[in-house]
T-cell receptor, first 111, second 113 residues
């Protein structure tokens, strides 16, 4: 069974703080993804990575960066958190093309 | 520019009846489509997929239909069960060989006992 874990289920941060969201998958998947989910907007891709140290911007990368130093771990970084980054953040991984496995999500609130 | 659209935010059906969830897309280059199901406080889980070389794929109570000329796909759930109540997302491959997906906005399905 594929398992994708995220470091926190709920997180509250202050405006201007640097925030790290961690994601770990245990199935040796090549591809990893970070999304945010907002009501009425569905899942929007922030960044993805198709190999260690490789990354590519998604549809809404502004205000975010990522790091993939090891195959199993993909980190999302909010350099200076803002209130419009309050959202549900979802990490996913995939081996075969397209079928992605998601973690449980991190509900981030920025005050 | 929303390339994958789910125009119905919500749907309510009676237990035992058919649920039909719809999805439209604009990019004729999409060649693989998926449906995901999401319960509150959980990540989405893969449900069913279809390649553009097919027009139908069935898995138990779930069937996905693809109409390429209309750029439309639908998910049929028969019979619907209360446990099917969730948010359903359709998705399409964003670019070949990257695994990138483009998701619709989601439709919340409520199945009433």
């Amino acid at each position: 069974d594929v398992k994708v874990t995220q470091s926190s289920r709920y997180l509250v941060k202050r405006t201007g703080e640097k925030v790290f969201l961690e994601c770990v998958q245990d199935m040796d998947h090549e591809n990893m993804f970070w999304y945010r989910q907002d009501p009425g907007l569905g899942l929007r891709l922030i960044y993805f990575s198709y190999d260690v140290k490789m990354k590519e911007k998604g549809d809404i990368p502004e205000g975010y960066s990522v790091s993939r130093e090891k195959k199993e771990r993909f980190s999302l970084i909010l350099e200076s958190a803002s209130t419009n980054q309050t959202s549900m953040y979802l990490c996913a991984s995939s081996l075969r093309l397209y079928e992605q496995y998601f973690g449980p999500g991190t509900r981030l609130t920025v005050t | 520019d929303q390339q994958v659209k789910q125009n119905s935010p919500s749907l309510s059906v009676q237990e035992g009846r058919i649920s039909i969830l719809n999805c439209d897309y604009t990019n004729s280059m999409f060649d693989y489509f998926l449906w995901y199901k999401k319960y509150p406080a959980e990540g989405p889980t893969f449900l069913i997929s279809i390649s553009s070389i097919k027009d139908k794929n069935e898995d138990g109570r779930f069937t996905v239909f693809l109409n390429k000329s209309a750029k439309h796909l639908s998910l049929h759930i028969v019979p619907s069960q209360p446990g099917d109540s969730a948010v359903y997302f359709c998705a399409a491959n964003g670019r070949s060989n990257t695994g990138k997906l483009i998701f619709g906005q989601g439709t919340t399905l409520q199945v009433k006992p």
